[in-house]
């Protein structure tokens, strides 16, 4: 039998069928224009009711893989060269709006707000479900359920393989930063693209870092920048850096590892908005991209939920947990426990891909 169902997990019934349905049409066992199997028949196999089919092929249809038509039944509308465009479109298209107080896009009725009866709806089950474990304070590098849930998410989104112990909790990415500073000491060089956000140059600088600023073309940091500074952290943003719009093809992603490797450095990958940004394929991240543990991946759920929700991660190499903890493991997190529970539900239940799908898809259609 190939679709089933394991009662031994957490995951209910339907996400479960949901995405071992999902999977097969994405590796292509479902073709352009193929017909799922009916609900009845689907039920019949894996065990479970029709409505619990049903609720499977409704996520399937919100996200634009599959469409229902009337007395027909379900069939795949997925196309991976509709899912994203080319990066050259991407390129042609320009850099991203993006408000000069803030290093994302403005939610003020953009595509990419979050449905707030969703984040509302999930805000209520978690003051249910957990109760007085909402005033308790939060573990230092933030609560597990959120850690893990993180892990799960990134092994499945972006092909990175991160254990929860690796991920640290923190209040947006300007606070991240702070917190690289500090581990890696004042004595250290930071390398950054020219142009770049201003903040990161202004949170390293008043945190005691010497900026090194490295001029960039159309590829990303220019190859000659890279061989003349002095730095040992390299901090990049391979994907629509901001204000250029450049992303950093997969040859200088490469490039960006050799050089750390060469000088037994890191690298700082900030991903912001990646999620949100369309392109022809899931991009490889740089993280998941190294073979020697020296990438340190940073990002926030501010562009992707809302810019009130003050919560970003970072994940550590493991060749840097000890040192971390070491200098900076006394630090309380800065999150507070409920929203950290509402973002682990809505990366377990699977509102927040489902929100990122809609927005990709409204994209896409906007470009039409």
């Known amino acids: 039998m190939k679709y089933h169902v394991d009662y031994t997990k957490n995951t209910p019934a339907y996400l479960q069928l949901y995405h071992q349905l999902r999977q097969d049409i994405v590796n292509g066992a479902f073709a352009y224009g193929s017909r799922l199997p009916s ?5 019949e196999e894996a065990g479970v009711s029709v409505i619990t089919i049903q609720r499977c092929y409704s996520i399937l249809c919100d996200e634009g893989y599959v469409d229902a038509r009337q007395r027909s039944g379900y069939f795949v509308v997925y196309r991976e060269k509709d899912f994203f465009v080319t990066g ?3 390129q042609e298209s320009g850099p991203l709006q993006t408000s000069k107080d803030t290093h994302y896009t403005p939610h003020n009725g953009t ?3 979050f449905p707030f009866s969703v984040l509302s709806k999930t805000m209520r089950k978690v003051m249910l479900d957990y109760a007085d474990r909402l005033l308790i304070k939060s573990p230092n590098h ?30 947006g990415a300007e606070y991240l930063y702070t917190l690289l500073a500090q581990l890696f000491g004042n004595n250290c060089i930071f390398a950054l693209e020219n142009p770049s956000y201003s903040k990161i140059a202004q949170v390293y600088t008043v945190s005691g870092i010497r900026c090194d600023l490295l001029q960039m073309d159309n590829s990303g940091i220019m190859s000659s ?11 990049i943003t391979p994907f629509n850096s901001f ?11 490469q490039e960006y590892l050799r050089w750390a490797e060469a000088r037994d450095g890191f690298i700082v990958e900030d991903n912001y908005e990646s999620e949100l940004t369309v392109s022809r394929k899931n991009d490889d991240t740089v993280f998941s991209l190294s073979k020697t543990d020296s990438v340190i991946f940073l990002n926030t759920f501010s562009t992707t939920v809302a810019p009130s929700i003050r919560v970003g991660y970072m994940v550590l190499p493991k060749r840097l947990l000890a040192k971390f903890e070491d200098r900076l493991g006394f630090y309380s997190c800065t999150v507070p ?4 529970l509402v973002l682990a539900e809505l990366l377990d239940n699977g509102d927040f891909e489902r929100h990122i799908n809609r927005v990709r898809r409204k994209r896409r259609q906007n470009m039409r």
């Open 111 to 113: 595509d990419s707000e």
């Open 39 to 43: 609900k009845r028949l689907l039920a």
């Open 243 to 253: 204000p250029s719009g450049i992303t950093a093809d997969v040859s200088k992603r």
């Open 337 to 340: 426990v409920f929203e950290q």
């Open 88 to 90: 050259a479109s991407r």
């Open 225 to 235: 920048e890279l061989a003349r500074t002095p730095a040992k952290v390299l901090h």
């Open 142 to 171: 933030g609560c597990s359920e959120l850690r893990y849930a993180v892990s799960c998410y990134l092994s499945r989104a972006m092909g990175i393989i991160a254990e929860p112990q690796q991920i640290i909790i923190g209040s």
